[in-house]
Every structure is written in C-alpha cells, then in structure tokens.
T-cell receptor
C-alpha cells in the first residue's frame, strides 16, 4: 500500500458525460501527478500540481481539467467523454517537486460506453 | 524528446530461474533517474528499483538488480530466483532530474512457469 488513495475504483459512464476522479496523496506529500494508462497510448503523464498550483502539463486533452485543493487532495475532471477515454487513471504523489520517487495510487478504471 | 523502449512484449521464465528484461532509452540529458515499475494483475504500480544516472554502481533490491550502461543508454532488470508472485507487467521508466514527468516504456509482460 503506497498511501495514495483514489476513488472510485471503477466508473462506468456514457459518451458525452462528465466524471470526477479523486485522489488523496500520502500524508505530507505536496505534489500530485495524474497519469493515464490506455491500451493504445500506454502510460502517459497528464498533469502535475504542487501545493495547489499547476506545475507541469503533459498530453492532457482540453476536455480534461484538474485541481488541487487546500487539503492537498486532487480531482481530475473529464468531460464530453468519448469511447477512447476509457482507461486506467493513476494518481501519484511525492513530498515535493523533482523528488526521486513518485508513489502511485491503485488507479481508477473508467469505462465509457 | 526522451523515449523509452522495451523490445520484449512478453517473456517467460521457469520458477527459481533468472530472467533479464531489456530497456533502452534515448536522451540528451546527463542527469536523470531510471526506474523499473511492476504492475501485477491488481493494476497497482509498484516501484521495483531506482537508479540515479550519476551513480556508476548498479542498484540492487533483494532479488532485483539492474545493469545500467550509461554510454549505451541501456537499463536492464535482472530478477533472480523467480517466484510466482513476480508475474506481472514490468515498465521501464525515465525521468530527467529537472522534470517531474515520468516517461514510461510500453512494458514487458513476464510469465512465471511453475
């Protein structure tokens, strides 16, 4: 158990809908990262927040957005969902920026029908 | 742009034997980290081992060790005394010291034969 929690574990929704994925980092960790794992694209970095501020962006679609709250938990919002958004979404955390290791949560499996 | 390549989509090894998973990467950076992550059927991403590029000594964690060849940009993972619990997808990954983004390879699925 990495100490990173993600809810929900599974999510099934329809195309065009909007969902919110939640992540609680390890106690004391200020950085939160979101990754997407899909069959065709593999594991890809989406976005990073550090102490409430966006720090880095990867291959994140405009339909997706994220935020980190004062209690350091983070939410990833996915809107206008398409079939291709079906994937495993991971959250990871680390104590600070540019830390040696990121600790991954168990992931949220999203299925868009 | 940095890339990570795992040329072996699948591998099999007999229980108690030794297996080596290959990984190559491409970067123009001189300072970076390399990782091997394990993803069992539970889908959890578990860090197996980490190597700092500035360290010449190969990292070791119990039955897991790496062969880091910086000039060749090669980073292989050796698993000794393979156990059934080692069956998983293994991802090689790269991170520049100056960047928080981890770049993953496509993975190698390892089967352990009893």
């Amino acid at each position: 158990d990495s100490g990173v929690t993600q809810t929900p574990k599974h999510l099934i929704t329809a195309t065009g809908q909007r969902v919110t994925l939640r992540c609680s980092p390890r106690s004391g960790d200020l950085s939160v990262y979101w990754y997407q794992q899909s069959l065709d694209q593999g594991l890809q970095f989406l976005i990073q927040y550090y102490n409430g501020e966006e720090r880095a962006k990867g291959n994140i679609l405009e339909r997706f957005s994220a935020q980190q709250f004062p209690d350091l938990h983070s939410e990833l919002n996915l809107s206008s969902l398409e079939l291709g958004d079906s994937a495993l979404y991971f959250c990871a955390s680390s104590p600070g920026r540019l830390w040696e290791t990121q600790y991954f949560g168990p992931g949220t499996r999203l299925l868009v029908l | 742009a940095q890339t990570v390549t795992q040329s072996q989509p699948e591998m099999s090894v007999q229980e108690a034997e030794t297996v080596t998973l290959s990984c190559t990467y491409d970067t123009s950076e001189s300072d970076y980290y390399l990782f091997w992550y394990k993803q069992p059927p539970s889908r959890q991403m578990i860090l197996v081992i980490r190597q700092e590029a500035y360290k010449q000594q190969n990292a070791t964690e119990n039955r897991f060790s790496v062969n880091f060849q910086k000039a060749a940009k090669s980073f292989s993972l050796k698993i000794s005394d393979s156990q059934l619990g080692d069956a998983a997808m293994y991802f090689c990954a790269y991170r520049s010291v100056g960047d928080d983004k981890i770049i993953f390879g496509k993975g190698t699925r390892l089967h352990i034969l009893p």
